[in-house]
C-alpha cells in the first residue's frame, strides 16, 4: 500500500440512524474510535452512546442545504413540523474544513502510522470530538452545578447498580435487588432525562417550556427546582482554555494504554515524536486553534507546543468541568 493510499479518508456512509438507535452504529467500522471515547465520556443507557448516532448524522448533514436536511428529517421520522417551523431551529454546521491540512501534515500522519491507527477511523474520532468540543462550548444553556452535578452521578450509578434502596430518616424502609424491577426503573429514569434534555433545549419560550414539562407529567420534577437552576434566556460561551482541556481529556483517554512503534512508519528517514502529549497538543492545534488564539499559537509557534497543554492539564487536574448543557449531544458535560 502506499503512502498515499495508506493516508486516504475513507467516506462515512450516510447510516439515517435516529440517536436514539444508535445501537445500529455498533457494526460501523469507521466509527470503532468514536464509539470508544463516546461511551466512556457521554454513556447513555446500558453504556451504548447516542453519541456516535448523533455524530454520523450531523457528518452526513454537513453540506446539505436546510431543505434537504428537513428532506431527510422527514424521511428518519426525527420531525413531523414543517419546513418553516423546521428553518427556525438554530443549526450550527460541522466543520471539516481542516481535513487537508490533517493529511498534508506529515508530523501527524507519521506519528497515527507509529500507533498503528487507522487514519480513517482516527480522523472520525478526531472530528466527533471537535464537534463536541464546540457543541458544550458555544451558545450553550447554562446550568446550576450542584444539583446537576447529583443528577449525573445518579444516572452514571444507575446504570450498574445492583439494588435500590430507599431510607426515611435514618431508617431502611425498602429495598430490591429485583433485576427486572431494577431495568424498569432505569429505562424511567432514562426516558426522562431525554425528554427533558429536549424539552429544555428546544427553542420554545420558559412559559412553553414548563407548561410542556407539566403536561408530561414532570411537574414535580420543576417543583424540585432543577427547572429553576436552567437559565434559559443566558447562554454560556465555554473558555477557550477549557475547550482544550477537555479535548486533551478525552484524546489522552484514548490514547491510554496505547503504544506508538516507529518501525511501523514506512519512511524510516522520517522524524517521528511518539510523546503523547505533544502528539495531543499538534491535533489540537490543526482542530480547534487554527484562527488566532493568542498564547498557544505562540506556544505552538516558537516550538513549544506541548508546554501550554502541559499547564492546562495541571491547572484542571483537580477541577470540576464546567456543567453545560450540550446543544446537539443531548447531555450534560460534566
Given amino acids: 500500500m502506499s503512502k498515499e493510499e495508506l493516508h486516504q479518508i475513507k467516506?462515512?456512509?450516510?447510516?439515517?440512524?435516529?440517536?436514539?438507535?444508535?445501537?445500529?452504529?455498533?457494526?460501523?467500522?469507521l466509527l470503532e474510535y468514536v464509539w470508544e471515547v463516546a461511551n466512556h465520556f457521554l454513556p447513555d443507557y446500558e453504556d451504548v452512546s447516542a453519541a456516535p448516532a448523533i455524530f454520523a448524522n450531523r457528518y452526513a448533514e454537513r453540506n446539505l442545504s436546510v431543505e434537504e436536511r428537513y428532506e431527510r428529517s422527514i424521511e428518519m421520522k426525527t420531525f413531523n413540523g414543517t419546513l418553516e417551523e423546521y428553518k427556525k431551529r438554530k443549526y450550527r454546521k460541522l466543520d471539516d474544513s481542516f481535513k487537508k491540512t490533517f493529511l498534508d501534515n506529515k508530523n501527524l500522519q507519521n506519528t497515527i502510522e507509529a500507533f498503528g491507527f487507522d487514519v480513517s477511523?482516527?480522523?472520525?474520532?478526531?472530528?466527533?470530538?471537535?464537534?463536541?468540543?464546540?457543541?458544550?462550548?458555544?451558545?450553550?444553556?447554562?446550568?446550576?452545578?450542584?444539583?446537576?452535578?447529583?443528577?449525573?452521578?445518579?444516572?452514571?450509578?444507575?446504570?450498574?447498580?445492583?439494588?435500590?434502596?430507599?431510607?426515611?430518616?435514618?431508617?431502611?424502609?425498602?429495598?430490591?435487588?429485583?433485576?427486572?424491577?431494577?431495568?424498569?426503573?432505569?429505562?424511567?429514569?432514562?426516558?426522562?432525562?431525554?425528554?427533558?434534555s429536549k424539552i429544555v433545549n428546544g427553542k420554545q419560550n420558559r412559559e412553553t417550556k414548563i407548561?410542556?414539562?407539566?403536561?408530561?407529567?414532570?411537574?414535580?420534577?420543576?417543583?424540585?427546582?432543577?427547572?429553576?437552576?436552567?437559565?434559559?434566556?443566558?447562554?454560556?460561551?465555554l473558555d477557550d482554555s477549557h475547550k482544550r482541556w477537555k479535548f486533551a481529556e478525552m484524546f489522552l483517554y484514548f490514547l491510554e494504554g496505547k503504544k506508538a512503534d516507529k518501525k511501523r512508519v514506512r519512511d524510516r528517514s522520517a522524524r517521528i515524536s511518539i510523546e503523547k502529549n505533544l502528539f495531543v497538543s499538534r491535533l489540537l492545534y490543526r482542530a480547534l486553534c487554527r484562527k488566532n488564539q493568542g498564547g498557544y499559537n505562540k506556544e505552538f509557534q516558537n516550538k513549544k507546543p506541548n508546554r501550554l497543554l502541559s499547564q492546562l492539564i495541571r491547572k484542571y487536574s483537580k477541577e470540576k468541568f464546567p456543567p453545560v448543557v450540550a446543544n446537539n449531544y443531548n447531555v450534560v458535560a460534566l
Avoid at 467516506?11 to 467500522?29: G, M, R
Avoid at 408530561?216 to 454560556?236: A, C, E, H, T, V
Fill in 211 to 237: 407548561k410542556q414539562l407539566q403536561e408530561l407529567g414532570l411537574k414535580g420534577f420543576i417543583d424540585n427546582s432543577l427547572l429553576s437552576q436552567i437559565n434559559f434566556n443566558g447562554k454560556y460561551k
Fill in 121 to 196: 477511523k482516527f480522523w472520525y474520532l478526531l472530528l466527533f470530538i471537535r464537534d463536541f468540543i464546540e457543541d458544550i462550548g458555544t451558545n450553550s444553556p447554562t446550568v446550576g452545578k450542584p444539583l446537576l452535578e447529583d443528577f449525573a452521578s445518579f444516572l452514571t450509578n444507575l446504570c450498574t447498580a445492583s439494588s435500590i434502596v430507599l431510607k426515611q430518616g435514618s431508617k431502611n424502609v425498602y429495598s430490591t435487588e429485583r433485576e427486572d424491577l431494577l431495568d424498569i426503573i432505569q429505562k424511567a429514569v432514562f426516558h426522562f432525562s431525554d425528554t427533558y
Fill in 11 to 29: 467516506e462515512l456512509p450516510d447510516l439515517k440512524v435516529a440517536w436514539h438507535e444508535s445501537y445500529k452504529c455498533l457494526n460501523e467500522p
